[in-house]
């Protein structure tokens, strides 16, 4: 956890893929900041944990479905009346594949979760994001939509790639409304899906290629989620902020 001092008082924090990891440390962080947090997940057992554990509340929402997304956001906007950030967390993919290897079952899956979601979610935050007199949208992408130097999921490397384009879209269209729109890339931060895809000596050998010589921590990336939905990054919009520990270079 940070040692600056966020203070989100008064504002709706609608954070996606709450049950674990970035998304996690996301609710609990801006929860500890005063926000008022609703974390969005497949996952009820481990979403309402994290929820309750950190004062925010929980709804179950499958971002690949239109109207459990619908649902959801109907929902906040009944509960809270506005929503002022928006973390496009909820994403991944579950087994490493080349082009050929990869069934198209699968590319379709992760494609919907990680590109198809994110586009569901913020069309149905955009009116309500308007209204706020500090619309963020924080959207998380990856080093594999940057580069392809490295192992993941054809499919996720796609999906992520869509992403940065479409956060750049969110941030043209939005400006006018003084809503802001930046991505996310991170590298190698230490998840408990990392450690399902990735045997001990692949997370070896990736730890061996970054320069600061260690893994990301899910904190290090709330941490920037909280700078991006903070008043101090009001000017800043259309932006990717790649956070790798220097494993990719641009």
């Known amino acids: 956890m940070s040692n600056v001092a966020w203070d989100f008082s008064g504002r709706v924090v609608a954070v996606t893929g709450s049950a674990s990891g970035m998304g996690a440390d996301a609710v609990r962080a801006f929860a500890a900041a005063g926000a008022e947090v609703y974390g969005l997940d497949i ?67 992760v494609v919907d979760l990680n590109l198809k979601g994110v586009f569901l979610c913020t069309r149905r935050a955009m009116p309500l ?6 619309g963020r949208i924080i959207t998380l992408s990856s080093l594999a939509g940057q580069t392809a130097v490295y192992r ?20 043209y269209e939005l400006a006018p409304d003084g809503v802001t729109s930046n991505a996310i890339a991170p590298s190698a931060v230490m998840t408990d899906r990392i450690r399902e895809v990735r ?49 990719f270079m641009a």
């Open 43 to 109: 996952d009820e057992e481990r979403g309402s944990e994290v929820a309750a554990g950190a004062g925010a509340r929980f709804l179950r929402c499958d971002v690949t479905d239109a109207a459990a997304v619908e649902a959801a956001f109907d929902r906040i906007e009944q509960d809270a009346g506005r929503l002022d950030v928006l973390i496009n967390n909820a994403g991944g993919f579950w087994h490493q594949h080349t082009t050929e290897s990869l069934p198209t079952s699968e590319w379709d899956a």
């Open 152 to 171: 993941s999921s054809p499919a996720y490397a796609a999906a992520k790639a869509g992403v940065l384009a479409l956060s750049r879209v969110f941030a």
């Open 199 to 247: 045997g001990p000596d692949e997370r070896a050998r990736t730890e061996a290629s970054i320069p600061l010589g260690r893994y990301g921590t899910t904190g290090e990336i709330a941490n920037w989620m909280m700078f991006l939905a903070s008043d101090e990054a009001a000017y800043m919009t259309g932006q990717t902020v790649t956070v790798n520990g220097g494993r």
């Open 129 to 134: 994001l308007r209204r706020s007199p500090a």
